[in-house]
T-cell receptor
Framework: NAGVTQTPKFQVLKTGQSMTLQCAQD?????MSWYRQDPGMGLRLIHY???????DQGEVPNGYNVSRSTTEDFPLRLLSAAPSQTSVYFC??????????FGPGTRLTVT | AQKVTQAQTEISVVEKEDVTLDCVYE???????LFWYKQPPSGELVFLIR??????QNEISGRYSWNFQKSTSSFNFTITASQVVDSAVYFC???????????FGAGTILRVKS
């Protein structure tokens, strides 16, 4: 039982490049979310999903796309990376009991 | 709109001191959930506690205790006899019933010195 896994752990992109951050969970949780963590701001919700095929925007969705084709996977796509997207990204999953389990994070730098 | 405020940006204590981390929240919903997470220097987020809005009982877990007061919209966290291993960033968070979306406070950096 791996919990929530994220790949890669570190990534450096150039402005304008695109990439996908991978997230997977093996707990059969309905809910999955993506957050970004910036210094002094806590974590902010980017996108979330309440089940396969259903996604919605969070507080800071601009520049990011998501899809949820399976219960297990919830990838986050950066369409055209910008320096403002330099951050640590966390994926989380939870059940109807509302406790969220977080992945180990992806540290992204956009130059 | 929901909001979580952790007014203490950074706290430094000496080992064995008690320390309280403050959390004040705002929401118009009658059903909500409050959380505390710990982020040690290694960077992962560790779940500490969840509290439902309809359960105001305080909770104690070892050296940790939580005081939930709906009247003041506060959910404070106390560490008794702090240890160096308690050094971390602590986040308070709020979620509504639907979607499990968490709204986080900015976090409090706790430094425990030996």
């Amino acid at each position: 039982n791996a919990g929530v896994t994220q790949t890669p752990k570190f990534q450096v992109l150039k402005t304008g490049q695109s990439m996908t951050l991978q997230c997977a969970q093996d707990m059969n949780h309905e809910y999955m979310s993506w957050y970004r963590q910036d210094p002094g701001m806590g974590l902010r919700l980017i996108h979330y999903s309440v089940g396969a095929g259903i996604t919605d925007q969070g507080e800071v969705p601009n520049g990011y796309n998501v899809s949820r084709s399976t219960t297990e996977d919830f990838p986050l796509r950066l369409l055209s990376a910008a320096p403002s997207q330099t951050s640590v990204y966390f994926c989380a999953s939870s059940s109807v009991m509302h406790e969220q389990y977080f992945g180990p994070g992806t540290r992204l730098t956009v130059t | 709109a929901q909001k979580v405020t952790q007014a203490q940006t950074e706290i430094s204590v000496v080992e064995k001191e008690d320390v309280t981390l403050d959390c004040v929240y705002e929401t118009r919903d009658t059903t909500y959930y409050l959380f505390w997470y710990k982020q040690p220097p290694s960077g992962e987020l560790v779940f500490l506690i969840r509290r439902n809005s309809f359960d105001e009982q305080n909770e104690i877990s070892g050296r940790y205790s939580w005081n939930f007061q709906k009247s003041t919209s506060s959910f404070n966290f106390t560490i008794t006899a702090s240890q160096v291993v308690d050094s971390a960033v602590y986040f308070c968070a709020l979620s509504m019933e639907y979607g499990n979306k968490l709204v986080f406070g900015a976090g409090t950096i706790l430094r425990v010195k030996s």
